[in-house]
């Protein structure tokens, strides 16, 4: 990951994945995404995923703010 400072508040930092980052990701996906299945089969309803999906997809591409 790499620090960036936030425009509007000198205290803060922003944290972002970096290309290399990224790149390990989907190699371990290979292996926990396995992992992460096999422990969830059955445990949620069709419709409890698509909601786990949303309320995480919002979590990385939150709303902007007003």
């Known amino acids: 990951v790499e620090k960036?400072?936030?425009?509007?508040?000198?205290?803060g930092q922003t944290v972002r994945i970096t290309?290399?980052?990224?790149?390990?990701?989907?190699?371990i996906?290979?292996?926990?995404?396995?992992c992460i299945a096999d422990r969830m089969d059955g445990r949620?309803?069709?419709q409890d995923l698509k909601t786990l999906a949303s309320l995480l997809g919002r979590l990385?591409?939150?709303?902007?703010?007003d």
Request: proline letters at 9%; charged letters at 30%; a positive charge.
């Open 19 to 27: 290309a290399s980052g990224r790149e390990m990701r989907r190699r």
């Open 44 to 46: 949620l309803s069709a």
């Open 29 to 34: 996906w290979a292996v926990y995404g396995a």
């Open 4 to 11: 960036l400072p936030v425009s509007d508040d000198g205290r």
């Open 60 to 65: 990385r591409d939150p709303p902007a703010s």
